[in-house]
């Protein structure tokens, strides 16, 4: 009778219920460091707190960040349809000006 420890469920007696033990096994610790890295990735990329209370940028740790001009959030905000035309044109002679 087979064993429920190393001694009946390994690679080596078990048959298929020790290699699909084994399987799950890894499966399990590969979902475990895709967790971990997750994770990591999470943090390093995390919003970084301002001092006045408005939204920042992610932290410097993270080095794909390039801050978007005012002129192309104005831009965006136009095409989004949350700013008339007129309200669009007067801000962008203001930034150009």
């Given at each position: ?7 009946g ?9 020790g ?30 707190p ?48």
């Amino acid at each position: 009778m087979m064993g429920w420890g190393w001694n009946g469920g390994g690679w080596n007696g078990g048959g298929a219920w020790g290699i699909a033990s084994e399987l799950l096994m890894l499966v399990f610790l590969a979902a475990l460091v895709v967790g971990v890295v997750l994770v990591v990735r999470a943090l390093l990329t995390r919003e970084a707190p301002s001092t006045d209370g408005r939204q920042s940028g992610p932290s410097p740790m993270y080095r794909g960040y390039e801050p978007a001009s005012a002129l192309r959030i104005l831009e965006e905000r136009y095409a989004r349809g949350e700013i008339d035309r007129e309200e669009f044109l007067a801000r962008r002679q203001d930034l150009q000006s």
